[in-house]
């Protein structure tokens, strides 16, 4: 339990640097080593030990776990001679196991160590290691998604601003959503290594990522954007890999924009964020959305499976060390008296003179500001009903208010609902 | 690898049928003995050695896995047996470990056993492994959700239909939806024993149900869904918990009715559809949605957390069996033009007699069938744009069509995007 755990990092860029501080807090976890590009650069975070030789990290004798989060298949060799050192290694590299998961998934499997990489498909969504265990029970027809930040937030910005195209990638590249050379996220090559890797763990099978079908987005239109909204649809970049007849040796795999129906929840997806699509007996259908990239999100990833190697190679003798549980402390739990609250408030009112007054009176005397007030005509037994939202506000407030307004006799609170 | 795991199963109720369903595809995982209430029941699948003595299961020497999904607080004197006995559990009960989870968990703890309850929260939709693996790197701020699937599917008829509450009771019970005594749905019992053990897993304590407020969906009309439509929100019953200040020992947990923001994703999730939202750093924002209950998204849960322990205990050499990837087998891929999709055409046609009629005839060639087509004024050059959306075709049809529509050099195809 106690051992420390030593780590080699490979980049040091916005995601290494990520890593760095979140790993901060775990004291039986040590960074001891790490290969950049630029020794001099200046950085948010310190690391012991740089190097600009990626060798003198996977082989150094004392790193447990190789970090890898460089990006591009130049780190390969690299890899390949840390698993042959025994090393388990943690990759956010997407191009990389698209293109050579194979070979290093066998050299794994040969040296008895793992390569988990949570992060390479979907930032920080929890979706590689569900599927590998929780859904292990399931046949999948079907997993999709939109697995590019930049391209969505672009095309949200089109739609949501009627910009073209290029202005959308300008301030796309102004937020450091896109790069300098953004071919790689707008011809859609980068969700097309994810639903690579997606489609090889769904499916269980070996996919030739020059066999996927891509196109990208730089073709839509703000016209295309709105003709789609008229008929009820929007348009996302969207990945997918599903069987053609039952089986998962003949898949057809692509990613290209598509109109998606309103209806679908996916179409709500806005921004740089994330969203996957699952599909299979028993569980039905599944959709998991969350931050697609960036340092946090990814960081996330990264150190969650950091942790998961941890937890195994110092736990030995349990299973599943990390699923015990250790929760020995109560939680003290405030009484709903004491939240704090936006309420939507059905009145029930006399139809008389200073209503409105007698409501405001009431709210201001509990510091309760109205975000929305609407009354919808008189009933027919002659009262009016009044419908009033109001901004945050304690609970033992909002009902010292009411019971303001229902001493009056003039007006009745028929309900009472929290708002979100 | 190939030792034979034996379940002893506690329930064969709508669950316990389809987690025989889906155990039978797995050769190395055999039911040997299950208890049940009522040995002469008729049920769609066969099991060996019923019995109504529950502890005929729990002291079976041979079982090593015991999966209870009877439900119910009665089972709990015979599941801290199973434990002593050195058994691993599966159970999906939710008021179990609500009420009494600390007590088993320190048991499980002492006998180094495990238990796993991925069904006991949000049905199918893998959250409380994630939580506890691959999000293990984040503090969270707040967990919440749509947990209950009989009272979202009340609400959604109500907004659909303007139906009273009790029409869509009635029509939830007549589906299999509600049970005859409603009153652990619609009160928000069921939705609080899953917040108290979602909130146990993200703040790592202790949760007492009896402090969780508690407030059902009984007092909801339709007038209120139209007022709050009118307003820009739904209504859905949310269970959350969430940190007071900064740290886990003061927690606010409750369930009740909201209005939930249109523009949230979660406002979209419709009928017995659960949604779990986590909000923490670094991870940020994440929502998983899919099936909260029923036989086979519970079944999916329930098997991945039998197939996890049998992984363990069947490869104890190995670290995280389920992780190491054995797909050697290629995909064979379609290539594009044999995919069927339906299509978003843009066109640009000259302004002139018959286009369409040009449009119906090169599409009937190709036996392509439109659902949409529109007709967006004439353009500055004299040209008219023409949208058109098509039903399922195959990507060879469509090309070949759109050739023909070219050639007549009066119709261009500015764009075609496909639909999902």
Redesign the interface.
Known sequence: MNKKINIGLIGLGTVGQ?VV??LSKFDNIDIITCAVKNLNKKRQVEVKNLTTDVYEVVNNPDVDIVVEVAGGVGVKDALMCAIKNKK?IVTANKELLARY??EL?DE??NN?T???Y?AAVAG???IV??I???????DFDCV?GILNGTTNYILTKMEEENLSYEECLKKAQELGYAETDPTNDVEGYDAMYKIAIL???V??????VS???CEGIT???P??IK??D??G?K??L?AQAKK?DKT???????V??????K????S??RNATNAVLLSG???????????GAG???T???V???I???VS??SNK????P???????????????NK?TNSY?L?LEAKNKLGIIGQIGLACSKYGINLS?I?Q?GTNENGSA?I?V?TEMCLEDNINKMIQVLEESNDIKVV?K????
Request: charged letters at 20%.
């Open positions: 990520g501080k979140v388990h998961g194979a998934f794994a499997r008895s793992s390569i988990l949570e920080g969504i929890p290691q569900p590998k265990t929780s859904l292990k029970a399931n999709a489609a090889n763990i499916f269980n099978r070996r996919i030739d066999n996927i079908y073709k839509i239109s016209f295309d003709s789609a008229e008929l649809y348009i996302k969207i053609v998962p040796d003949t898949l057809d795999i692509r290209h924009p598509m109109l998606v129906d209806n679908q929840a996916i709500e997806i007996f028993p569980v039905g259908k599944l959709m998991s959305t969350g931050g340092e946090f999100p960081s996330s990833s150190v969650g499976d942790l998961q190697i195994e190679i003798d349990t299973i599943l990390m699923q015990v549980c250790h929760h020995d402390k109560f939680a003290y739990q405030i009484d709903i939240t939507y059905r929305s609407l919808k009903t419908i939202v309900n609902i929290r708002v979100m």
